[in-house]
């Protein structure tokens, strides 16, 4: 992969003139063996939803949440029942969309900080990276969260930001660095902080150097912390969630407690780079723009469109026009606005003539939760809204609820109209898929775990894949066919309790480390663990795990 040396791309620039050049041989030498897809490739947008389960959307059932645009992408193309993320956790997610790896391979796919590395290798082939080979214009605008800078050296935030998503393949990128509940709060574009003064006092970020959840919930959990063990920031002055509760929309638990921006802490401590601080009530509106000015950019020929939006992540402060629009709380006033998102990238499209030949994908990263560190409403509002549908469980957790997302695949000019498709995808098999759609070549000697299901995801073929594998807090699973198989783990009590704060529909019998066996099809709710009875299909997913996990590993950069 060659490395972007700066914002404008002159890697870019030869790739085009390669792209180019081939098709021109290829042309004079023998035009009959040119690919029959390249000359009508289609342009692709990902929207990648955060945190929204798959009862979120009014097409899979929700009642107390409308999302029209995101029905009327169903009505045109393919809605899938059983298409999974990767994983119950928005990192290795992500990290698998785009490396069409599972990232369980790679030990250090955890939930990142800003203070953690770029986590693909800037070597390895990549989504964008494999499009781009192709001819096409690559961006992503939204949420990154895969880490920024190169290991054991601290970002300068005043400066050049890299590697980041520059180095994997994008042409352009505009950015959310890491989740919208950590510092810093700001975009990123290119290699700089977007819109960063130099009148303002230096950006500086520090984390908590004993982090997460056990420490936080030990030290200054419910009914510990008091005015004199309250910490203080651990860099500037500015007002935390922990020294200035009064001045909080709503309270926060003690992780969530560090830099207060717009009324709502963070996780973190941050300090100067005011004038790039982003306004939480804009930034769909910002996104939005954003990919609007890529597309007309490159409306003349293909693109590839990473929208990867922070709704419905917390915190949740939708735009004022969408409160009060759901029969659910901010929450599901929050979805309403990523319905609104989807149809604003609808009617870009139609306007510039593109939507017969772009090929949209709609999914999320990751299962729901209501409380997630905010006491936003999210746990008394609902009005009996199940985020997870039919399933159990939601974000973090091996249930269903955590990975079997919503996804929808519409592209008008191919694929077919109104399908419903029980076919079984993963997100990992985007990197095949697309490829193929493309016209593009994946490397012989990259090793992957995604499959060529294009012929499914355009609603032409029902067969989908035989097995995948799901990801969490909990450990992994194997879902083959109507079986699903979790080995003996430990399991993440703390994940339980969010879920089981409060009297909600994503309340959870907690997993213990024995080992499970569900048959789906008949218990979709994950209730009955048939392990004993069915002893053999446990040994032999058991086995087929075990394989799938030692094909290969990833080495960490």
Not at 52 to 65: L, N, R, T
Not at 138 to 164: C, F, Q, R, Y
């Amino acid at each position: 992969m060659k490395t972007t040396i700066s914002s404008f791309n002159y890697s870019t620039l030869c790739k085009r003139f390669l792209w180019l050049a081939g098709i021109v041989l290829l042309g004079i030498g023998c035009a009959s063996e040119f690919p029959e897809s390249a000359p009508n490739q289609p342009n692709i947008i990902i929207i990648y939803a955060d945190d929204v389960g798959y009862g979120d959307i009014s097409a899979y059932g929700a009642e107390q949440i409308q999302t029209p645009h995101i029905d009327r992408l169903a009505e045109q193309g393919v809605r899938f029942t059983n298409a999974y993320a990767s994983s119950a956790m928005c990192t290795p997610s992500r990290y698998s969309l785009l490396t069409g790896r599972y990232a369980f391979r790679l030990e250090n796919a955890g939930i990142l900080s800003a203070e953690d590395p770029l986590l693909i290798d800037p070597e390895s082939s990549t989504l964008p990276d494999i499009l781009g080979n192709a001819g096409y214009a690559t961006s992503i605008v939204g949420k990154w969260h895969l880490g920024l800078g190169s290991p054991g050296e601290a970002i300068d935030w005043n400066g050049s930001i890299a590697p980041g998503p520059l180095e994997v393949g994008f042409d352009e990128s505009f950015i959310v660095p890491v989740t919208n509940d950590r510092v810093p709060t700001v975009y990123i574009q290119g290699h700089r902080v977007y819109q960063l003064s130099q009148a303002d006092d230096s950006l500086e970020i520090v984390y908590p150097k004993e982090g997460h959840h056990d420490y936080q919930e030990e030290h200054f959990g419910e009914g510990k912390q008091t005015e004199t063990n309250a910490p203080q920031p651990l860099v500037g002055n500015l007002p935390s969630g922990h020294t200035h509760p009064e001045k909080l929309r709503y309270p926060a638990d003690a992780q969530h407690s560090g830099t207060i921006v717009n009324g709502i802490s963070r996780i973190g401590y941050m300090a100067g780079g005011s004038s790039a601080w982003w306004d939480d009530e804009q930034m769909s509106t910002v996104l939005v723009d954003k990919s609007r000015q890529f597309v007309e950019q490159h409306k003349d020929q293909p693109f590839f469109l990473y929208l990867s939006l922070t709704k419905n992540h917390v915190p949740r402060l939708p735009n004022r026009k969408f409160r009060g629009k759901s029969g659910s709380g901010l929450r599901g006033d929050a979805v309403v606005e990523l319905d609104w998102v989807v149809g604003q990238v609808t009617k870009m499209l139609k306007e510039r003539n593109l939507y017969e030949n772009t090929l949209v994908i709609f999914t999320s990263d990751n299962g729901p939760v209501f409380y997630d560190g905010y006491e936003d409403g999210a746990l008394t509002d609902h009005n009996g809204h199940d985020p997870s549908g039919p399933f159990s469980g939601g974000k973090y957790v091996a249930y269903e609820g955590g990975t079997r997302m919503p996804t929808i695949v519409s592209w008008p000019k191919k694929a077919r109209k109104g399908v419903v498709s029980d076919a079984m995808i993963s997100q990992v098999d985007m990197l095949s898929s697309l490829a193929a759609v493309s016209g593009a070549q994946i490397p012989e000697d990259y090793q992957h775990d995604s499959q060529n299901l294009l012929p499914v995801l355009l609603g032409k073929q029902q067969q989908g894949r035989k097995q995948l594998v799901q990801q969490s807090s909990d450990g992994l699973a194997l879902r083959r066919g109507k079986w699903k198989y979790m080995p003996a783990a430990e399991r993440s009590d703390w994940a339980y309790n969010r879920h089981n704060k409060g009297d909600t529909p994503l309340n959870t019998e907690p997993l213990t480390n024995q080992r499970y066996l569900f048959n789906l099809q008949d218990d979709t709710a994950e209730t009955d663990n048939l392990v004993e009875q069915e002893s053999k299909m446990a040994d032999s997913l058991h086995n087929e795990l075990n394989d799938i996990i030692n094909r290969y590993t990833v080495d960490p950069q």
